[in-house]
Nanobody
């Protein structure tokens, strides 16, 4: 399984970005896709996760209402729409995949495959 993330960049506070992550996998529906982020000097943090079918979504409590995760099964792609961005959202954002029946969606150690990460920088 290979994951290719894109869409990061520099944005002013209050702006929006959409991240994309495309999975090279035979059966996309077998996976839960997650987004995590890691800011300098901090631990990796759960952002959001979604079942490949899109039926189930999960968010970090602190990000609900600003971030939206979605999926396009025809493209094996998961998106993270980030609105009302704040400087504290600055981090490297990584997508990850785990089999739907294993582990816990908010724990990074549950994920088997990781993308390369994309930098999001929010200026004040």
């Amino acid at each position: 399984v290979q994951l290719q993330a894109s869409g990061g960049g520099l944005v002013q506070a209050g702006g929006s970005l959409r991240l994309s992550c495309t999975a090279s996998v035979r059966t996309f529906s077998n996976y839960v896709m997650g987004w995590f982020r890691q800011a300098p000097g901090k631990e990796r943090e759960f952002v959001a996760a979604i079942s490949a079918s899109g039926d189930s979504t999960y968010y970090a409590d602190s990000l609900k209402g600003r971030f939206t995760i979605s999926t396009d099964n025809t493209m094996n792609t998961v998106y993270l729409q980030m609105n009302s961005l704040k400087p504290e959202d600055t981090a490297v954002y990584s997508c990850a995949a785990k089999l739907y029946y294993s582990g816990t969606y908010y724990k990074p150690e549950s994920y088997d495959y990781w993308g390369q990460g994309t930098q999001v920088t929010v200026s004040s």
